[in-house]
């Protein structure tokens, strides 16, 4: 069965720092993988997807993620955080099924 | 246009109340979901609409009713809930019931049970 691991529940950061959120999953078949983020009451919106070929994929904000298949990873990664930056961040994974299973989350605090 | 809307946008009932969750698509997408999220956890999937017929109920209590009268739209009927069913209920939509398709969230309705 499908699952996600999001072992940081918070992380702190200065403004400008590197951050990276770590998202891993089980699966035991091919799986598609993204990355959710919820600002304050808001809906989730679509931050990046992994679906096939390159295994690193970029947001539009400065985001990155890469899939790693032998650690069975998919870490989000940004060189240089905002304040804007704060919120919560989902990683899921999906099978060829319709379900979408969710990560406990992280929150990621940027503080000047 | 990429937007789940929702309304309303806060509800607040009472136990023997007779309420309903709305949403509504445009992107001509055929799945469409709704998901319960309570403060700090990730969403739970409690429906999924497959081309305007329920595919997925994922034992979701009979107090909580939906309905898709058409493409467009998501209806979640709500009828003698509890305190613990407070919470923010997300709809979303999928361009079709298959996984690597995303799932675009709308806003919420921020629900309290009194």
């Known amino acids: 069965a499908q699952s996600v691991t999001q072992l940081d529940s918070q992380v702190p950061v200065f403004e400008e720092a590197p951050v990276e959120l770590r998202c891993n999953y089980s699966?035991?078949?091919?799986?598609?993988l993204f990355w959710y983020v919820q600002y304050p009451n808001q809906g989730l919106q679509l931050l990046l997807k992994y679906l096939s070929g390159s295994t690193l994929v970029e947001s539009i904000n400065g985001f990155e993620a890469e899939f790693n298949k032998s650690q069975t990873s998919f870490h989000l990664r940004k060189p240089s955080v905002h304040i804007s930056d704060t919120a919560e961040y989902f990683c899921?994974?999906?099978?060829?099924?319709?379900?979408?299973?969710f990560g406990t989350g992280t929150r990621l605090q940027v503080f000047p | 246009d990429t937007e789940v809307t929702q309304t309303p946008k806060h509800l607040v009932m009472g136990m023997t109340n007779k309420k309903s969750l709305k949403c509504e698509q445009h992107?001509?997408?055929?799945?469409m979901y709704w998901y319960k999220q309570k403060a700090k956890k990730p969403p739970e999937l409690m429906f999924v609409y497959s081309y305007e017929k329920l595919s997925i109920n994922e034992s979701v209590p009979s107090r909580f009713s939906p309905e898709c009268p058409n493409s467009s739209l998501l209806n979640l009927h709500l009828h003698a809930l509890q305190p613990e069913d407070s919470a923010l209920y997300l709809c979303?939509?999928?361009?079709?019931?298959?996984?690597?398709?995303?799932?675009?969230f709308g806003p919420g309705t921020r629900l309290t049970v009194t």
């Open positions: 979303a939509s999928s361009q079709i019931l298959q996984g690597g398709y995303e799932q675009y």
């Open positions: 992107m001509g997408h055929r799945a």
């Open positions: 899921a994974v999906s099978e060829d099924t319709d379900k979408l299973i």
């Open positions: 699966s035991s078949v091919s799986v598609y």
